[in-house]
């Protein structure tokens, strides 16, 4: 951070591949401990240029990430995972100034590297070692099959601006840097003001890593004033925040007339609904008290994913009630996360404490009762020990409501972004589908149930109204990541007030960042844009056979065609016999020739695939290493006694390892019959030595 006049550090920025701080005396904006109340730092973006940010971005940015194939952006983001593990205590330190314990680090630096280690693997794993995505099959639009169709994902020309919430400083930037990093396309971060000093010291980690291309990864602290205005449709945004502020930037002219790609994750009133059957004393019920406790309290219950909402039988509300209270009382230690012992920090700043009691009190004014906590300043303690009630900290009672008309409005529209959830009572499970849904759109829900009927019952009811459902039982309550807790695998989002937008979700979150587009062309021509051999694309038969070539030398396109074998009653009767498979199509004339499918006995098919092994095999040692599979298998034409087969690979999908001396090579396989009818297609996976 560089220093200003009145001796306040300023947050810089990184734009242009280069730290930047406002010239002279400027005011900026606050930044405060939230613990202790002390000014930390300001933040200012004014004199900033953001359209050559953008224009960075846009140039710089995607020209370096365009050099590379998925596998190796794949392999940076694996690189900036293991740099960032190095250096996580520095995040923690800082951290703890936003009043985060141990354990919401955890969630926020060590998620935010998992989210990098995550989409490291899948990029390697799921995607090829390219730079487009094929999206299904292709199409035949011609009957001579000369021109076809299909989708590819390339990806998109500009820039990716997230905006980001200030209770993730550190995961909000990571979840969203990753997907798009992978999918080529260079950030832009505006982090939120009170915790953006984090996001910057770990921007900072991540430019002295130089692990990252020029112009891939740019920091905005401070105002993001007229950001939107230089954005078009090669952009795109991901926003997190309030859904006023979302549907503020929704009506921007280049959202809405000038093609901005936007997604959004707003409000969300989440809900937990307790089963019938998870009565007190059940491992269910013990699941549910401890996961309502740990919503409320971790990350002071900032948490978009935080339960709201409480949703349990009517004839249940006092146990769940007296057991929250309980665990509180019993675990929860409110303080300066510096201080040992201390298990729930104070909110980001004073006002989003003023903030959240000014909804809570809106709450108890429509109908809600206190049944645990208190709106007065709790006792907390302090970084040296001492224990007592801090006026300059933002902290904040765990505070839970019950409500006597489960109906109540406030309860399923108003949200107190913090240590706050409510308790309301059911009828049955079409009422409590019913509650869950005036939610009008949610991130997360739990159902607490170890009864398979109303699991079923419940998950069908709400999913259309959530982007996500843990369903808790005592199977999985020990391994369970939590309500709370989304995941990179799996998508985080929601509809309706929970702002409509979705992220993560494994590669799904990388193509988001890229266009998907309908290609139409002859094979030739889709092979050379795909990098994968169509066919009716040509062939290369030559005089040394595909598998004596190693990756180095091997073509798209290479290919080898066996010759004749035929198929006698006697193999069918002697593979029938070896391996028990005698169904009777292969042992039955009778039996079989009355089959509308078969004209008699006909060969297994797996028989077919051994010989089909057989004609195409190359046996002496090689440069192919290994068979690792098969995939797309279909038997589409029987082969009868006497009938003969062949077999045609070509090298379809060439896929080198960036860090193994081999690579993955499929190959189209055709087997036909002596009459140049296809008998079975499959594509057959092999290892291939560089």
Not at 70 to 93: D, P, S, T, V
Not at 290 to 297: A, D, G, I, N, Q
Not at 442 to 464: C, E, K, M, R, Y
Not at 634 to 643: E, K, Q, S, Y
Request: contains cysteine; charged residues 20%.
């Amino acid at each position: 951070m560089t220093s200003t006049a009145v001796g306040v550090e300023i947050v810089p920025s990184f734009v242009q591949d280069a730290w930047w701080t406002p010239e002279g005396e400027v005011a900026g904006t606050e930044v405060r401990d939230a613990s202790t109340g002390a000014v930390i730092a300001k933040v200012s973006t004014e004199g900033l240029d953001l359209a050559a940010v953008i224009e960075h971005g846009r140039t710089v940015g995607q020209a370096g990430l365009g050099e590379l194939t998925f596998h190796q952006r794949a392999l940076k983001l694996k690189e900036l995972a293991q740099y960032l593990n190095g250096h996580r205590e520095a995040l923690y330190e800082l951290s703890h100034r936003t009043g985060a314990t141990k354990i919401d680090n955890m969630i926020d630096v060590d998620g935010g590297i998992g989210v990098l280690f995550t989409f490291g693997s899948k990029g390697r794993r799921e995607l090829p070692n390219a730079q487009v995505v094929v999206d299904g099959p292709a199409e035949q639009l011609s009957k001579d099959g000369s021109f076809i169709g299909e989708h590819i994902y390339t990806r998109i020309p500009g820039v990716a601006v997230q905006i980001n919430a200030f209770n993730f400083p550190i995961w909000g930037m990571l979840e969203k840097f990753a997907p798009a990093f992978l999918a080529g396309v260079p950030t832009i971060v505006k982090p939120a003001t009170p915790t953006g000093y984090v996001a910057a010291a770990a921007v900072k980690l991540i430019i002295e890593s130089t692990i990252l291309p020029a112009g891939s990864l740019q920091l905005l602290s401070g105002s993001a004033r007229d950001l939107l205005d230089h954005l078009d449709y090669r952009d795109a945004v991901s926003f997190t925040g309030s859904a006023h502020t979302a549907n503020m930037l929704k009506s921007h002219p280049n959202v809405g007339e000038g093609g901005i790609r936007f997604t959004s994750e707003a409000d969300s009133l989440n809900a937990a609904i307790l089963g019938p059957d998870a009565a007190p004393g059940t491992p269910e019920f013990e699941a549910y008290v401890k996961s309502l406790v740990t919503e409320m309290t971790a990350k002071a219950g900032q948490k978009c994913t935080s339960i709201r909402r409480a949703i349990v039988p009517k004839a249940l509300v006092g146990d769940v009630v007296d057991a929250v209270g309980a665990r509180i009382r019993e675990r929860v230690v409110v303080g300066d996360p510096r201080a040992e012992g201390v298990t729930m920090g104070a909110l980001a700043s004073l006002e989003q404490l003023r903030d959240v009691r000014a909804v809570v009190q809106s709450m108890l004014d429509a109908g809600g009762e206190l049944a645990y906590g208190t709106l007065d300043s709790p006792q907390v303690k302090q970084a040296d020990g001492s224990v007592g009630i801090s006026e300059e900290g933002a902290f904040m009672a765990p505070v839970l409501l019950r409500w006597a008309d489960a109906n109540a409005e406030a309860v399923h529209s108003l949200e107190a972004f913090g240590p706050v959830s409510s308790v309301i009572g059911y009828e049955d499970l079409d009422d409590a589908v019913r509650l869950a849904a005036k939610g009008s759109g949610s991130l997360v829900a739990t159902v607490a149930t170890n009864d398979p009927a109303a699991a079923q019952t419940l998950v069908t009811g709400i999913a259309a109204h959530h982007g996500r459902v843990l369903v808790l039982n005592r199977e999985d309550a020990r391994t369970s990541t939590g309500h709370g807790s989304p995941v990179p695998h799996l998508i985080h989002g929601g509809p309706g007030r929970a702002g409509g937008g979705e992220e993560l979700g494994g590669i799904r979150s990388v193509l988001h960042h890229m266009q998907r587009t309908a290609i139409q062309g002859s094979p030739n021509m889709l092979t050379a844009v795909t990098g994968v051999w169509h066919t009716g694309a040509d062939q290369h038969f030559g005089e040394v056979h595909p598998f004596r070539k190693s990756l180095s030398e091997l073509k798209i396109g290479d290919a080898y065609r066996s010759g004749l074998r035929q198929v006698t009653l006697e193999d069918i009767t002697a593979f029938a016999n070896e391996t028990g498979d005698t169904f009777y199509a292969h042992t039955n004339q009778e039996a079989a020739a009355a089959n509308p499918f078969f004209p008699g006995i006909v060969a297994h098919g797996y028989l077919l695939l051994s010989w089909a092994a057989g004609l195409f095999v190359e046996p002496a040692p090689g440069p192919v290493l290994a068979n690792y599979g098969l995939e797309n298998l279909r038997f589409i034409t029987p082969v009868a006694a006497g009938d003969s087969i062949r077999v045609t690979i070509t090298a379809k999908k060439i896929t080198p390892r960036e860090t193994d001396e081999y690579g993955e090579v499929a190959w189209d396989t055709v087997i036909t019959n002596q009459n140049d009818e296809i008998v079975a297609t499959y594509d057959v996976l092999t290892l291939v030595a560089k």
